[in-house]
């Protein structure tokens, strides 16, 4: 029924709630673990998939609008002190160049965030390890002879 020998049990207590036997790898902290990315799945995904990218596209459009609402007034200010054309198309050149940036904003922040968020997943087994510790080194303190699987 997918029980393991009690020296097999002693032994994954004894290395923190992992072990590879000769029935396969063990790792307690992993099973432990099981069930909860599946309900955090749904909550996760609809906000860092769906939500984030929306916001930080709304931002990215936002942000280049009000650049060119300065580029404007900066331009019309300018025509009214008789400035030089050549600092106007400088700042033009700015602006464009920063509205660029502003587009990739979204796929840059999306991609970091990704690769946080599955970092974030990979230290929960480590955290639940270290949490058990105390329950694996009271197991590993049992003694006796058991022929029976745990």
Known sequence: MGGMAW???????????????????????????????????????????????????????????????FHRVVVNRAKGWDANGTGIVILAKQIAAHCRTLNDVPKNINATITELQRDANREFAPVVGKAMNDAYQTCVLERGKSPYLI
């Open 7 to 69: 020296t097999t049990y002693k032994a994954t207590c004894r290395r923190g709630g992992a072990y590879t036997g000769a029935a396969g790898p063990r790792d307690f902290n992993a099973e432990l673990l099981e069930p909860i990315p599946r309900h955090l799945a749904t909550g996760w995904e609809r906000v860092f998939q769906n939500r984030v990218p929306v916001i930080l596209k709304e931002f990215a459009k936002v942000s280049r609008k009000l650049l060119d609402a």
